[in-house]
């Protein structure tokens, strides 16, 4: 577990531009089993691929994109242990990644980004893969 204070700008990263933090495992299941459209989740972090390229990466395709996802939703992996664990349930069959990002799709994981394929690459990088993923699974079929 780290120190809360240092994890505040980390969490803030985030919910400035409109992510809900799930903190507990309740609210995982209350947010998962309610889930209705589409759902972007971040496993945040508090490595450095999460810093340089998972957050700046998914704060620069929601800026970028037209196509938007219904819900912006994060746990902190190393700081809320049980909706992380409880998150990464619904995240199966992928084996734990911390930073990761999916997206769901009325309750299914339709797309997700493991943390190899976060490291080693840059923030604009992420947000073309995530671009291009938003544009995939989060368009309306009547559009």
């Keep these: 577990m780290y120190p809360p204070h ?8 985030l919910t400035s531009v409109g992510f809900e933090e799930l903190t507990t495992a309740d609210e995982v299941v209350n947010t998962m ?25 998914v704060k620069a395709a929601l800026a970028a994109s037209a196509i938007k996802p219904d819900k912006l939703v994060s746990v902190f992996a190393g700081a809320d242990l049980d909706a992380t664990a409880k998150m990464r ?17 009325d309750g299914d994981l339709v797309h997700f980004i493991e943390r190899h394929h976060i490291e ?12 291009m993923a938003l544009e995939e699974f989060c368009t309306p079929a009547n559009a």
């Design 6 to 13: 240092l994890l505040i700008p980390m969490r803030e990263d």
């Design 33 to 57: 089993e309610n889930a209705e459209g589409t759902m972007l989740v971040i496993v945040n972090s508090v490595c450095g691929c999460a810093a340089g390229a998972a957050r700046p990466g």
């Design 89 to 105: 349930e619904y995240l199966l069959p992928y084996p734990p990644s911390s930073p990761a990002i999916g997206i769901f799709k």
């Design 120 to 131: 080693g690459r840059s923030a604009q990088m992420i947000a073309q893969h995530l671009e």
